[in-house]
């Protein structure tokens, strides 16, 4: 648990709706950040929305300024706090694999790193 005043560990922001918390979705973005060396920091959001909105809220709210944004349909997005607000920088559709969802983490983590992104195979 976080003291207070004390500031949070940089790390990725991942914002979700509270009913994906246990989701096959969330382990895979996790386990993709995870293999870059990357922190997440996985927060349920209770007016969740589209996943560009939601990734971009997170992006927003992360000292690294990069996000992942999880719809209630399983639609997933990655974006970067400078990025255009309309766009994001990659999306996974909720019918993705689990390769394409940890791919897409690894991705976020490739953000932070500021190096080129993998393509999923």
């Not at 969330?26 to 209770?46: A, D, I, M, T, Y």
């Amino acid at each position: 648990m976080q003291n207070p005043g004390v500031p949070a560990s940089p790390a990725v922001h991942l914002f979700y709706p509270p009913q994906l918390a246990d989701s096959e979705i969330l382990r895979q973005l996790c386990l993709g950040l995870e293999e870059q060396g990357v922190p997440c920091r996985r927060s349920p959001q209770e007016n969740a929305t589209g996943a560009l909105h939601l990734a971009r809220l997170a992006a927003q709210s992360s000292a690294l300024r990069v996000g992942l944004g999880v719809a209630a349909n399983g639609d997933v997005a990655l974006t970067h706090a400078q990025y255009p607000a309309d766009r994001a920088l990659r999306v996974c559709p909720a019918a993705s694999t689990p390769a394409q969802l940890r791919n897409l983490g690894a991705n976020a983590g490739q953000l932070v790193k500021v190096i080129p992104f993998s393509e999923c195979q």
